[in-house]
Each structure stands twice: as structure tokens, then as C-alpha cells.
């Protein structure tokens, strides 16, 4: 399935998001950059992508880790996942963080993060005075308690 998700280049040398292969669920998001950035361990930096989205309405675009990136460098967006809201009009930026141990350099055209676009249901959110129950209930909190 598809859906047209119109883009602007906000930077002469921005590039449009590409997907790896036809059946990818992420496009590819590129860095802007004047030069070589380097990023040591531990640290954030913002990192620019010249682009900004007209994300359709009942969609969000979610900034997602390359897994080669994150997995062989260490590099992955700071807040692991980046939410691009359908009525944001500005430039999308990846804060890339190294989690690694050595200094990391990306440099202007490099890959940094991916962007999937999911559509997503809006909460309405009630108060209530209990909740109904479940075999699991309360139990197991950062885990369903099986091994």
C-alpha cells in the first residue's frame, strides 16, 4: 500500500527520503551537513535532513534507527523513536546519539535514521473509577512474569 506524502527541500542539497527495497517499511533519511560531524561517545548531536513533510491526516511518521548504523556503530536516534505529527510543517531533525566507545564521524549525504509512515487511531481518554480485570492484571510490571 501506498499513500503520497508530499516533501519539501528545504536545503539545495537536501535528498528525498529512499527505501532500500521495494518492500521496505523505512526511507532512508540523509544528512545535511557543512562538513565532517563528529560525535563521541556519549554524546547528541542534532543533525540536519533539509526536509519537511506534508504528512497525510491519520498518519505519523516515526524517525526510526538504521539497524547497520546503530547496531555496527552505535549510532540511533537520541529519543529512540522520533514522532513526525501529520500537522508539523518544519525540518524533520535526527538527534543521533553514540552509544558506543569511540568517537563516531557522519559526514554531509550519510544515511543517519529511517522514517515510517503508520497510520495511528486518536485516544479518547476517559476516567474511570476501576478498570475491568484480566487473568494478569496488575502483575508482572515490566514483564508478563513468564520465563
Known amino acids: 500500500m501506498t499513500a503520497p506524502v508530499s516533501v519539501q527541500l528545504l536545503d539545495p542539497r537536501a535528498k528525498l527520503p529512499a527505501c532500500g527495497s521495494p518492500d521496505a517499511a523505512g526511507a532512508d533519511l540523509y544528512v545535511v551537513a557543512d562538513g565532517p560531524v563528529t ?16 504528512i497525510p491526516q491519520g498518519f505519523v511518521g516515526l524517525v526510526c534507527a538504521r539497524s547497520g548504523m546503530a547496531c555496527k556503530r552505535g549510532l540511533a536516534p537520541a529519543n529512540k523513536v522520533g514522532v513526525v505529527d501529520a500537522d508539523y510543517r518544519g525540518e524533520v531533525l535526527v538527534f543521533l546519539h553514540n ?49
Not at 39 to 54: K, N, Q, R, W
Not at 113 to 142: C, K, M, N, W
Open 39 to 54: 560525535i563521541a561517545p556519549g554524546e547528541t548531536v542534532m543533525l540536519h535532513t533539509g526536509l519537511a513533510f506534508a
Open 99 to 147: 552509544h558506543g566507545g569511540e568517537a563516531q564521524v557522519v559526514e554531509d549525504g550519510d544515511r543517519v535514521a529511517q522514517l515510517v509512515i503508520v497510520p495511528y487511531l486518536t485516544a479518547e481518554f476517559t476516567q474511570a473509577d476501576e478498570l475491568d480485570g484480566t487473568e494478569r492484571g496488575s502483575g508482572g510490571f515490566g514483564s508478563t512474569g513468564m520465563k
